[in-house]
């Protein structure tokens, strides 16, 4: 099992519509949570960050935390084609500093 | 508008020659990670540095690579011999005390070896 799984998509939505990315972790130690974004051929910027459980939004993304059922999730409203690329979620690996990623979930906004 | 930079942002080479990449963190960022992405392995995270030292290097092969912090403003990583299959991009990252896991990205070093 990894430690950081995501569904690879590719995830289409249309313009308008509201996406939604998941993201599943394995460390129950973990504290801290991250989604990048990567456009094609650029490196990840960071997005949004969230350490506590319950949503927290900014702007048209919100993030969402569970770390009972040890599950994070993106939903980006009002998605836009310039939305389109692949999401990450990152995992700090307990007390470590350290971060794990996932494998990206890429996403298609169709117009 | 602080970032990370990183040289050369491209880097062909024959196999078995040297290949240094270098990183320059944002000013006052105290921990400084270097990672590979490929198409197969995603991201991976090689080596990281916290106030220069090394904290963390096992996912790094050690026979052919090996990173050093010189000084708080220049990052290093080498390959020697460099071989086919280090062909991926190398990100550098910066993270900021005291939440050093939020790391900002550098624009990344495309290496191909031949």
């Known amino acids: 099992q990894k430690e950081v799984e995501q569904n690879s998509g590719p995830l289409s939505v249309p313009e308008g519509a509201i996406a939604s990315l998941n993201c599943t972790y394995s460390?129950?130690?973990?504290?801290?949570f991250f989604w990048y974004r990567q456009y094609s051929g650029k490196s990840p910027e960071l997005i949004m960050s969230?350490?506590?459980?319950g949503d927290k939004e900014d702007g048209r993304f919100t993030a969402q935390l569970n770390k009972a059922s040890q599950y994070v999730s993106l939903l980006i409203r009002d998605s836009q084609p310039s939305d389109s690329a692949t999401y990450l979620c990152?995992?700090?690996?307990?007390?470590?500093?350290?971060?794990?990623f996932g494998q990206g979930t890429t996403l298609q906004v169709k117009p | 508008d602080a970032r990370v930079t990183q040289t050369p942002r491209h880097k062909v080479t024959e196999m078995g020659q040297e290949v240094t990449m270098r990183c320059q963190p944002i000013?006052?960022?105290?921990?400084v990670f270097w990672y590979r992405q490929t198409m197969m392995q995603g991201l991976e995270l090689l080596a990281y540095?916290?106030?220069?030292?090394?904290?963390?290097d096992s996912g790094m092969p050690k026979d052919r690579f090996s990173a050093e912090m010189p000084d708080a403003t220049l990052a290093t990583l080498k390959i020697q011999p460099s071989e086919p299959r280090d062909s991926a991009v190398y990100f550098c990252?910066?993270?900021?005390?005291?939440?050093?896991?939020?790391?900002?990205f550098g624009p990344g070093t495309r290496l191909l070896v031949l």
């Open positions: 000013l006052g960022h105290n921990t």
């Open positions: 990152a995992v700090e690996a307990s007390n470590t500093g350290k971060l794990i």
């Open positions: 990252a910066s993270g900021p005390p005291p939440t050093q896991e939020t790391q900002y």
């Open positions: 969230i350490y506590s459980n």
């Open positions: 460390d129950r130690g973990s504290q801290s």
């Open positions: 540095f916290r106030n220069r030292a090394p904290l963390d």
